[in-house]
């Protein structure tokens, strides 16, 4: 990745969480827990699962920065969400967990020197991960997240307000 296109990157992951709480604008309070069936997640239990995923990628930056070549575990994301009872949880205390760590994450990651980008850690999954892998996926994160509650609306829609 170029410097122009990882500071691109970086500037669309800073604005995560002002892309989120506009995109929830969109859909009615009173359906966020609305599950088209039980092995899908509502909109409630997505917000959950960004604030957990944001929470891991937190940690996941730091050891990428701080502690190169070291082997780092996954976390599975099914299994967070039944045990924690996602749909049992505050959603606004997620968003606000979820904007202080990306903010932090962001505030971090825009002033990192080049050297430091190249640095990558051993997954549980056997792959290699570099920081630039790492911007990547929680760049994407919350636009494809918005996109799924965009569905979760629409499947919401058609059996409600036919």
Known sequence: MTREERMQKIESYGKGYVQLTEALKQFPKEMWSFKPSPDRWSIHEVIMHIADSEA???????????????????????????????????????????????????????????????????????ETVT???WLKVYEEHIPAHINQMKKRYDEWRKKYLK
Not at 67 to 82: H, L, N, T, V
Not at 96 to 114: A, G, M, V
């Open 131 to 133: 920081l630039d892998d």
């Open 56 to 126: 891991n990628a937190y940690i996941k930056c730091r050891k990428l920065i701080a502690e190169p070549g070291k082997s780092i575990a996954a976390y599975d994301q099914d299994k967070w969400s039944a045990a924690f009872h996602y749909q049992d949880q505050s959603a606004e205390d997620a968003l606000e967990l979820f904007r202080r760590l990306r903010l932090s994450s962001y505030n971090l990651i825009k002033t990192l020197p080049e050297p430091v980008w190249l640095n990558s850690v051993g997954s549980m999954e056997n």
